[in-house]
DNA sequence: AGAACATTTGAACACTTGCGCAAATGTTCT
DNA sequence: AGAACATTTGCGCAAGTGTTCAAATGTTCT
């Protein structure tokens, strides 16, 4: 680079007209994307995955799951309210104690998938 | 809540130890929970998430990606790194262009899954 | 009603992070 | 060598986020 001349970058040029627009029907539905990226958000965070990952099997409540996953009671609480908004885990109230479960199938399929992914 | 008592928090004690225990088994591997996070958290950021679902069918170079998730070159190649490192994407220099692909067919299953789990 | 306790919630804080900008790098031309 | 251009990268900042602390809420007892 020399003298104070302007940079252009590679902005509205397109190299390849045709891929790009083949390309965008992948990504045109905005909301799906965007909610995609939501749950793959909620999953991408150490202690909320692991909250997920505790509950496979069986449902707990949330002073188990913070035993579980060696966290407060406080910070489990504050991810199981994302989780929930999400729809990602259910729960049921006994009494005091509160029971969260996950509640939809394809997770665990999520999970496994990227487990292999991890593992090869 | 009266007086200045103080407030136990659930923390030590257990409810179902025996659940904790199994539970516990899930997540002892953190090494690996922790690789799962990554990945997912890759896949939770809008741009990122684009660029692979972009990359799903052809390559591309950065500057057709930007046109394509319309984006900036620079914010592009900013996440292109991160992906690279996490070798979800692989790249292929052409001149002065560099064409990146998704590096691993695992991606495009996990992706199939969320976006069934979306559409419910 | 009041004590005890599991859970939730709001505020404050430290920390992370995606992007714009400018400069650097690398490549292909003349 | 120098111009042109695609791509990368370091810096800085605004916005986002996870955790802690304290207080509030809800439930089950006596």
Chains 1, 2 share one sequence.
Do not use: W
């Not at 992948?26 to 995609?36: A, C, R």
């Amino acid at each position: 680079m020399e003298k104070g001349k302007v940079i252009p970058v590679c902005d509205v040029e397109i190299i390849d007209e045709k891929k790009v627009e083949a390309a965008r029907e992948k990504i045109e539905n905005i909301d799906q994307v965007l909610g995609m990226a939501d749950i793959f958000k909620l999953l991408g965070e150490p202690t909320r995955l692991k909250i997920i990952l505790a509950l496979e099997n069986s449902e707990l409540c949330v002073c188990d799951l913070a035993a579980t996953i060696d966290s407060t009671v406080s910070a489990v609480s504050h991810q199981l309210r994302l989780l929930r908004n999400a729809r990602l885990v259910k729960y049921r109230k006994a009494g005091k104690l509160v029971y969260y479960s996950v509640e939809d199938e394809h997770i665990d399929k999520i999970i496994e998938q990227v487990k292999e992914h991890i593992e090869e």
